[in-house]
């Protein structure tokens, strides 16, 4: 084996951040510490992304010693990262597992207002999807199971409501 070549590691993924149309952060998670240490680093690379990748229509982008897989829908641009050797599949599939499992929670509505209105449940299915970095889950099925149970928990949760009316408001009858 080539010694200049990086041991394999289970960290495979660096971040994951969805931003909006306009390239304003409404969710990121680094799991590596020192890759953006501080809220300008990070909002800078995120900013160098969005202006490489908005009117792109491919699906991975390298940029900074780094493989940035990414996806548009409506008004919001999903983005994973991994290191300069990650594989693409692998961050392929995180990204693809995160963008369906949030279709199913939003009820096919993956967009800013209705992202915005279940940040619980978003929240959930990325940590039920990459723990540290860690790649725990990549199909969509087992993570929306994970994430109901979590919420059939404590069935009053604001988690449940939101759940159940969607991103029409509050039921009214």
């Keep these: 084996m080539d ?8 960290y495979t993924v660096k971040a994951v951040f969805i931003l909006d149309n306009d390239g304003n952060r409404l969710l990121s ?6 890759l953006y240490p501080s809220m300008k680093e990070q909002k800078t690379f995120e900013s160098n992304i ?3 990748t ?23 641009f999903f983005y994973v990262a991994g290191s300069a050797q990650e594989n693409e599949l692998m961050l392929m599939s995180v990204l693809n597992c995160l963008f369906e499992s949030l279709s199913q929670i ?14 619980e449940g978003v ?9 540290g970095g860690v790649i725990l889950e990549s199909d969509p099925q087992q993570v929306l199971q994970k994430v109901n149970y979590r919420a059939d928990d404590n069935p ?18």
Excluded: W
């Design 106 to 119: 939003l009820r096919k509505n993956v967009e800013r207002r209705c992202l915005l209105d279940n940040m």
């Design 54 to 76: 908005h009117k792109a229509d491919n699906e991975i982008a390298f940029l900074e010693g780094m493989t940035i897989v990414y996806k548009s829908s409506i008004d919001l």
């Design 123 to 131: 929240l959930l299915v990325v940590d039920e999807i990459i723990d």
């Design 29 to 34: 998670k680094y799991y590596d510490p020192e």
């Design 156 to 173: 009053l949760s604001e988690h449940s409501v939101a759940q159940k009316r969607g991103c029409n408001g509050p039921d009214t009858d």
């Design 3 to 10: 010694s200049t070549s990086p041991e394999p590691s289970l």
């Design 50 to 52: 969005f202006n490489k």
